[in-house]
Nanobody, 115 residues
Framework: VQLQASGGGLVQPGGSLRLSCAAS????????IGWFRQAPGKEREGVSC????????YYADSVKGRFTISRDNPNSTVYLQMNSLKTEDTAVYYC?????????WGQGTLVTVSS
């Protein structure tokens, strides 16, 4: 199983980025998928996730209204659209896939929000 995250980069405050996480070796339909992030010197924080059943989404309060998670099961990809980015969104973002008894993590992609 592999989760390949991409889409990070340098963006100015107020800008947007879209992260992608391409999964292989599993049937994404059966997994809840989402994103964590870890900023320098801080603990890992859950950002967003989307269920496997009804597509319901969860967002951390810090990103609610700015970030949107979506999934494309036929293409085994999950996206995180990030708008109105703030300097405090700077972090390494990690995608994950989870179902009962199984959890997988991708490598991180760095998002830097700076003027």
């Amino acid at each position: 199983v592999q989760l390949q995250a991409s889409g990070g980069g340098l963006v100015q405050p107020g800008g947007s980025l879209r992260l992608s996480c391409a999964a292989s070796g599993l049937i994404l339909d059966y997994y809840a998928i989402g994103w964590f992030r870890q900023a320098p010197g801080k603990e890992r924080e859950g950002v967003s996730c989307i269920s496997s059943s009804d597509g319901s989404a969860y967002y951390a309060d810090s990103v609610k209204g700015r970030f949107t998670i979506s999934r494309d099961n036929p293409n085994s990809t999950v996206y995180l659209q990030m708008n109105s980015l703030k300097t405090e969104d700077t972090a390494v973002y990690y995608c994950f896939a989870e179902r009962v008894g199984h959890a997988y993590w991708g490598q991180g992609t760095l998002v830097t929000v700076s003027s």
